[in-house]
């Protein structure tokens, strides 16, 4: 009895290397992973958000994009775009982009999701935290970039936040930052830094090797913006 059992599980055995690599998927190999992390939080009423997603909509569609994707090594761009406030959500989840028909695919399921209810707080910590945790999930290689748009500061205080960004760029994660500056007439609450929101994230936000901040001044420059930091940090 002692022998049929061996042998029954010596055969399971042979049957589970057999099928292993039909099971495992290796990841692909990219020139980047880029994290597109948006702030859906309550100050981005329904007219700024749509600012917001016609932004990356339009930048992302840009030729110069492309370009830039071409320069990488392998020349493929992974992407993924996540909203975020109190909570975090997957938007429209890791995608490979290499040309205008992936990258058009890309923008046709950003168009089409509807906004994340995440709630209405403003805690970038805890989003940085999120996408450190999608990196690696579908693809691997290259750099990895987080990059955060928002209207506020962190609404938990900056010792949080400052140590959760230089706990992620000691891991080799770069952060860029677009924060959009409100001004007269237009207004936010809780209001933004006295500082400057563009000085509040280059103080206690972005990091990594080769970093950038591209401030967009009001709601409407975000599109001119966000191609500007898009050519910056893909190329």
Same mark, same amino acid.
């Given at each position: 009895?002692n022998?049929l059992i ?6 399971a055995?042979t049957? !589970? =290397?057999? =099928?292993?690599p039909?099971?495992?998927?290796a990841s692909e190999?990219v ?5 597109l992390a948006? %702030?859906?939080?309550g100050?981005v009423v329904?007219?700024?958000y749509?600012i917001?997603?016609?932004?990356y909509l339009?930048?992302?569609?840009d #030729?110069?994009?492309?370009d830039v ?6 020349p493929v761009?992974a992407?993924? /775009?996540?909203?975020?406030?109190r909570?975090?959500e997957v ?7 290499? %040309?205008a028909?992936s ?8 168009k089409n999701v509807?906004?994340?209810r995440?709630?209405?707080n403003? /805690?970038?910590s805890q989003?940085?935290?999120f996408?450190?945790?999608?990196f690696?999930?579908e693809?691997?290689g ?7 748009s928002?209207d506020?500061?962190?609404?938990? !205080?900056?010792?949080g936040?400052?140590q959760v960004? %230089? ?5 080799g994660v770069v952060i860029?930052g677009l924060?959009?500056?409100?001004k007269?007439? %237009? =207004?936010?609450?809780? #209001?933004?830094?006295?500082? !400057?929101?563009d000085?509040?994230y280059?103080?206690h936000?972005?990091? !990594?090797?080769g970093?950038?901040?591209?401030e967009?001044?009001g =709601?409407?420059n975000?599109?001119q913006?966000?191609?500007q ?6 190329g």
């Open positions: 009895m022998t061996t042998r029954r599980q010596a055969l055995a049957c !589970g =290397f057999a =099928f292993a039909l099971a495992a998927k190999k020139g980047m992973q880029l994290i948006a %702030d859906v939080s100050s329904p007219s700024r749509r917001q997603q016609d932004g339009e930048a992302l569609g #030729p110069r994009v492309l994707i071409r320069d990488l090594d392998p761009l992407i993924t /775009f996540v909203a975020w406030s909570d975090q938007m429209v989840p890791w995608t490979r982009v290499e %040309d028909r990258m058009d695919s890309f923008r046709t399921r950003l509807q906004r994340a995440v709630g209405i403003t /805690f970038i989003a940085l935290l996408c450190d945790a999608q690696d999930r693809f691997t290259g750099r990895k970039v987080i990059d955060v928002g506020g500061d962190d609404n938990q !205080g900056i010792a936040l400052r960004r %230089d706990a992620l760029v000691a891991k860029n924060p959009i500056i409100v007269p007439p %237009d =207004f936010v609450f809780p #209001p933004q830094p006295p500082e !400057g929101l000085v509040y280059r103080r936000v972005v990091g !990594g090797e970093h950038v901040v591209i967009s001044i =709601f409407d975000f599109k913006a966000i191609l930091k898009l050519l910056l940090e893909i």
